[in-house]
């Protein structure tokens, strides 16, 4: 199934928290916190302003950004838990630097 979030709505996969802490300990699922990053899936086309000029969006899918804690409405899609939130909701995109590129490669 495809789906195309409406105005200026976007669609985001949670990425995935970690399952150990730095001393090693396992969280279980109903203990760990839920991270406030992920990969944006879609996005609409942008809102309108007072003239009902199309005004684009600033995120794109693939961008990987940062959102508020409690921010945007928890969805199931094809068996997939994904977020859809306005794009005023998210705080940032999240840009890789050389260096991170280096250490994950």
Sequence with gaps: MKFRPLHDRVVIR?????????????I???AKEKPQE??????GPGSRD????LIPLDVAPGDTVLFGKWSGTEIKIDGEDLLIMREADIMGIVEKTKAAKK???
């Design 14 to 26: 949670r990425a995935e928290g970690d399952t150990k802490s730095k001393g090693g300990i396992i």
């Design 50 to 53: 007072e003239s009902g000029k």
């Design 38 to 43: 992920g990969e944006v899936i879609a996005v």
């Design 103 to 105: 250490k994950a490669a």
């Design 28 to 30: 279980p699922d109903n």
